[in-house]
């Protein structure tokens, strides 16, 4: 049998109609990326393009622009795209050859420029406009600020100022979307400001606010493991289930990144966005619809039933600390103060690890602990749902020495799986019953592979579907619940603990569970 070819129309290989690609068709658009020079946008970004490219999803009407002030022609732009998947982006498959990804780079567009600075949006506004005539992208947009936050509000004004954001008048039908990288503020009161600069140039409709946790395929599983399996949802609540452990574990420290660390920390970092948003898939309410509204309503929903600590509370529900030298996977790591750039009196944590309450009907009383941290052993992340233990056990104590309570952990990375922990009698003439555990594993299951989050969050944002992006709402609240942390961390409450690279985190994590009668669960 021949294989089937493709043609080029408009610049553009044409999708093979022998391919079957169950994807929304993307529009005609112009992918106009802030910061283009920078890391985010060859390591994140472009791998992900190009796995759309892959997946022949693009229309034959696409064009990518590049903005950022390094001084590149838009030859050095493709040769640097090219660079960027040749090496394979975070283990991805080098699609270097693959002419359909050859083919969109060979149309990308660069902008020389400062973003603060008429000049830039004047030159871009004259390369879109020849990118419409060219490529044909229809007067779409889709800005990107793959930028650090501190340039989001010049790159805001910059839009609006030449009203890059407006419909063009041969085009009135024309869409304009920005998307926004966190962290998206610091705290509660400059993410309001961030809000306002946002709304001041684009309607909340326009906005999608990324976290990358949310293209993860195993975050999104939770929505089918709980609502679509009535095995799963009536235990899911207060009636069953003693505890929730949230961990999102790294065993990198934070190398090049600690000018940025030391203003940030592990909350600012981890907790305020990955974790608000996985705590709320967790606990929310089975939406109305799969649609983005109805999601979203149902994890705001979620995040404001979460009791907010107040000052006196802090002390005693959570723990900071740093981490010290110590060995991680047979490398001696250095301490948190002999990483680079990092001020001699730092009290900045790399640890932190909470306990939360959930004020609902579902979840009352139950406790949710929450650990995130740099150095640890492994790089993991999951969601461990323990049930309460059954109320009676007709066994001898010897026979149950090494049983534990039930559990369903959802992991997140790496494995990406669901393992259900139960009780099972051990072969052998005797009556000894442990615990074992039954596991569904992604990669065995769907050996098709399983999408880069980038991947499926570019295409949401390119066809419009906001239901993986953050609401300004759902953002505002996060900041509410951490918020009143961090002002009692800068007043050294609790005073800042001290852990080993290579260690699960300090004595004084351990101790906040085992004030419960419970602890950490072991990835």
């Given at each position: 049998?021949?294989?089937?070819?493709?043609?080029?129309?408009?610049?553009f290989l044409e999708p093979d109609p022998l391919v079957d690609t169950d994807v929304r068709p993307i529009p005609p658009c112009a992918l106009v990326v802030f910061g283009a020079s920078?890391?985010?946008?060859?390591?994140?970004?472009?791998?992900?393009?190009?796995?759309?490219?892959?997946?022949?999803?693009?229309?034959?009407?696409?064009?990518?622009?590049?903005?950022?002030?390094?001084?590149?022609?838009?030859?050095?732009?493709?040769?640097?795209?090219?660079?960027?998947?040749?090496?394979?982006?975070?283990?991805?498959?080098?699609?270097?050859?693959?002419?359909?990804?050859?083919?969109?780079?060979?149309?990308?567009?660069?902008?020389?420029?400062?973003?603060?600075?008429?000049?830039?949006?004047?030159?871009?506004?004259?390369?879109?406009?020849?990118?419409?005539?060219?490529?044909?992208?229809?007067?779409?947009?889709?800005?990107?600020?793959?930028?650090?936050?501190?340039?989001?509000?010049?790159?805001?004004?910059?839009?609006?100022?030449?009203?890059?954001?407006?419909?063009?008048?041969?085009?009135?039908?024309?869409?304009?979307?920005?998307?926004?990288?966190?962290?998206?503020?610091?705290?509660?009161?400059?993410?309001?400001?961030?809000?306002?600069?946002?709304?001041?140039?684009?309607?909340?409709?326009?906005?999608?606010?990324?976290?990358?946790?949310?293209?993860?395929?195993?975050?999104?599983?939770?929505?089918?493991?709980?609502?679509?399996?009535?095995?799963?949802?009536?235990?899911?609540?207060?009636?069953?289930?003693?505890?929730?452990?949230?961990?999102?574990?790294?065993?990198?420290?934070?190398?090049?990144?600690?000018?940025?660390?030391?203003?940030?920390?592990?909350?600012?970092?981890?907790?305020?966005?990955?974790?608000?948003?996985?705590?709320?898939?967790?606990?929310?309410?089975?939406?109305?619809?799969?649609?983005?509204d109805g999601i979203r309503d149902e994890k705001v929903k979620a995040l404001r039933a979460i009791e907010i600590l107040d000052e006196r509370e802090v002390p005693e529900a959570t723990?900071?600390?740093?981490?010290?030298?110590?060995?991680?996977?047979?490398?001696?790591?250095?301490?948190?103060?002999?990483?680079?750039?990092?001020?001699?009196?730092?009290?900045?944590?790399?640890?932190?690890?909470?306990?939360?309450?959930?004020?609902?009907?579902?979840?009352?009383?139950?406790?949710?602990?929450?650990?995130?941290?740099?150095?640890?052993?492994?790089?993991?992340?999951?969601?461990?749902?323990?049930?309460?233990?059954?109320?009676?056990?007709?066994?001898?104590?010897?026979?149950?020495?090494?049983?534990?309570?039930?559990?369903?952990?959802?992991?997140?990375?790496?494995?990406?799986?669901?393992?259900?922990?139960?009780?099972?009698?051990?072969?052998?003439?005797?009556?000894?019953?442990?615990?074992?555990?039954?596991?569904?594993?992604?990669?065995?299951?769907?050996?098709?592979?399983?999408?880069?989050?980038?991947?499926?969050?570019?295409?949401?944002?390119?066809?419009?579907?906001?239901?993986?992006?953050?609401?300004?709402?759902?953002?505002?609240?996060?900041?509410?619940?951490?918020?009143?942390?961090?002002?009692?961390?800068?007043?050294?409450?609790?005073?800042?603990?001290?852990?080993?690279?290579?260690?699960?985190?300090?004595?004084?994590?351990?101790?906040?569970?085992?004030?419960?009668?419970?602890?950490?669960?072991?990835?």
């Amino acid at each position: 049998m021949a294989t089937p070819t493709s043609t080029v129309a408009a610049g553009f290989l044409e999708p093979d109609p022998l391919v079957d690609t169950d994807v929304r068709p993307i529009p005609p658009c112009a992918l106009v990326v802030f910061g283009a020079s920078g890391d985010l946008f060859a390591r994140k970004l472009m791998p992900g393009l190009a796995q759309l490219a892959a997946e022949q999803v693009f229309p034959g009407r696409f064009a990518v622009v590049g903005v950022a002030r390094t001084a590149w022609s838009d030859n050095d732009f493709r040769r640097v795209a090219l660079d960027a998947i040749a090496a394979g982006g975070q283990g991805g498959p080098d699609r270097t050859e693959d002419p359909r990804w050859r083919e969109i780079v060979s149309g990308f567009r660069y902008v020389t420029g400062d973003y603060d600075r008429d000049e830039t949006y004047e030159q871009l506004a004259t390369v879109l406009d020849k990118v419409d005539h060219v490529q044909g992208t229809a007067g779409n947009r889709l800005y990107y600020l793959a930028v650090p936050p501190t340039a989001f509000p010049t790159i805001l004004a910059g839009i609006g100022r030449h009203h890059l954001q407006d419909p063009l008048d041969d085009a009135p039908d024309a869409f304009t979307r920005i998307v926004i990288e966190k962290p998206y503020g610091t705290d509660l009161h400059s993410a309001e400001e961030l809000d306002r600069c946002v709304h001041a140039v684009f309607d909340e409709s326009q906005v999608f606010r990324i976290d990358h946790f949310l293209g993860k395929e195993t975050v999104q599983n939770f929505l089918a493991l709980r609502f679509a399996n009535a095995v799963f949802e009536p235990v899911w609540n207060r009636r069953y289930v003693d505890s929730v452990q949230i961990t999102v574990a790294e065993s990198a420290g934070v190398g090049h990144r600690a000018a940025f660390y030391e203003q940030t920390g592990a909350v600012r970092d981890m907790v305020q966005n990955h974790v608000m948003q996985v705590m709320a898939l967790t606990l929310m309410e089975p939406p109305i619809s799969i649609e983005a509204d109805g999601i979203r309503d149902e994890k705001v929903k979620a995040l404001r039933a979460i009791e907010i600590l107040d000052e006196r509370e802090v002390p005693e529900a959570t723990v900071r600390a740093q981490y010290t030298d110590g060995w991680v996977a047979g490398q001696l790591a250095p301490g948190y103060f002999d990483e680079p750039d990092v001020a001699p009196n730092s009290s900045t944590e790399t640890y932190a690890a909470l306990r939360l309450f959930v004020d609902n009907w579902r979840w009352a009383g139950v406790p949710f602990y929450v650990r995130t941290g740099k150095r640890l052993p492994r790089h993991v992340s999951e969601v461990a749902i323990q049930f309460h233990p059954a109320p009676h056990l007709p066994f001898q104590p010897d026979q149950v020495g090494r049983l534990e309570p039930d559990a369903l952990v959802v992991r997140i990375h790496p494995d990406e799986g669901v393992t259900l922990i139960f009780g099972s009698k051990v072969p052998g003439h005797g009556f000894d019953v442990r615990s074992v555990a039954m596991e569904f594993l992604y990669g065995a299951a769907f050996p098709e592979g399983i999408p880069d989050p980038y991947a499926r969050l570019l295409m949401d944002a390119l066809v419009g579907d906001s239901t993986l992006f953050i609401r300004a709402d759902e953002v505002m609240q996060a900041w509410r619940i951490v918020d009143p942390i961090l002002e009692a961390w800068a007043k050294d409450e609790p005073p800042l603990s001290l852990y080993r690279a290579g260690s699960w985190g300090p004595p004084e994590a351990d101790a906040l569970l085992h004030r419960d009668g419970r602890r950490w669960r072991r990835p």
